[in-house]
């Protein structure tokens, strides 16, 4: 941590921002400029609170210069970590694509949903049974039934699941059902009790970014489930909210750079929550892909108009079938494979 005192700042004023750094185990280095005095707080800088040195007399400004996230930062794991997905990678070479509808319904459209997403090849099935919804009243997903049946439909398929948890009391279902990935919401980006628990699993993790949440905040999100032992994390952008009105959310494609230099873990995005309407679905995958994101969540149900929950941005079997083609061409010019 840096603090720069005041051009006015006095000896004792010095003094006692010295005395508060070694308090907390850290050693002091001070360089006095001709303008100005600076302080170096050397050592685990977490345990220093840059407000706390701000409030004291002579201080102009503290802040850290290392990142307040660890585990998750490229700072200190240079190389793209890899994940193992039943046997399916993701992160550095390796992109996959993870598809299936937005909700589980009955067990006929998961098996169609199932065959679907195999005949396009696509290795990793999607699928909602607890689904966080708006209105109270709206169709709240399937439950517990759900993920039954969408088990039992994937593994008929050889497909692993990818399946949100909205609540730390449905985890010991989960874990019944072997849920190979368990996905946590933009809405429940920040519940800091639901990222302790699966902090705990060794089942990765899609973190999907808070649709109002900063960079910084969503990799503080991914430290905590990284601090609890489990490194296994996805980060999926699926769009922010802005100004506009036109689509449901806004594609923040330069969260795919940023993120990919701040951290080793693999980042994906959600084009079907982004723009909300399937016509947009393919190109903003397209532009994912190209601007080095490492996988897709998109929503493909097998007749979308009869879809119980996101019909507009549910894209056909076939349309998944040819976005499929553009991907494998868009990842060959950048040097990687799809869906291994
Ligand atoms: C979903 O994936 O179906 C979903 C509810 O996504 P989000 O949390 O991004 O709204
Ligand atoms: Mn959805």
Request: glycine share 8%.
């Amino acid at each position: 941590m840096i603090i720069v005192m005041n051009k006015t700042a006095t000896e004792e004023q010095i003094e006692l921002v010295v005395s508060r750094i070694k308090d907390k185990g850290l050693e002091a280095s001070i360089s006095k400029g001709t303008e100005k005095t600076v302080i170096g707080a050397v050592g685990d800088e977490r345990l220093l609170d840059p407000k706390l040195l701000d409030n004291l007399p002579g201080v102009e400004q503290a802040m850290h210069i290392v990142k307040p996230y660890k585990i998750v930062a490229r700072e200190w794991h240079p190389k793209d970590t890899v994940l193992d997905i039943k046997g399916h990678l993701i992160g550095g070479k390796h992109i996959q694509i993870v598809s299936g509808p937005c909700s589980v319904e009955t067990p006929e459209q998961m098996k169609k949903s199932a065959k679907a997403v195999k005949a396009a090849g696509v290795k990793l099935m999607r699928g909602g049974a607890f689904k966080p919804r708006t209105s109270p009243y709206t169709f709240q997903g399937v439950g517990f039934d759900g993920l039954e049946m969408f088990r039992k439909a994937a593994d008929n398929e050889g497909l692993p699941i990818v399946t949100e948890l909205l609540d730390v009391r449905h985890l010991d279902k989960f874990l019944e059902h072997k849920v190979d990935v368990i996905q946590i919401g933009t809405r429940s980006m920040q519940n800091f009790e639901l990222l302790r628990e699966v902090g705990t699993l060794k089942i990765p993790v899609i973190l999907k970014r808070g649709m109002s949440a900063t960079i910084s905040e969503w990799l503080m999100a991914a430290e905590y489930i990284a601090s609890g032992g489990n490194h296994n994390i996805i980060f999926c952008e699926r769009g922010i909210r802005t100004f506009e009105t036109y689509y449901r959310n806004v594609l923040d494609v330069t969260a795919i750079p940023v993120l990919k230099k701040e951290t080793h873990l693999p980042v994906i995005i959600d084009p079907s929550h982004a723009g909300g309407k399937a016509w947009m679905v393919a190109a903003l995958s397209r532009a994912g892909i190209a601007a080095g994101a490492d996988g897709l969540l998109v929503e493909m149900h097998p007749n979308p108009c009869e879809a119980w929950c996101d019909a507009d941005q549910a894209i056909t079997p076939t349309e998944l079938k040819d976005l499929m083609k553009d991907l494998t061409a868009i990842a060959k010019i950048l040097g990687r494979n799809i869906s291994n």
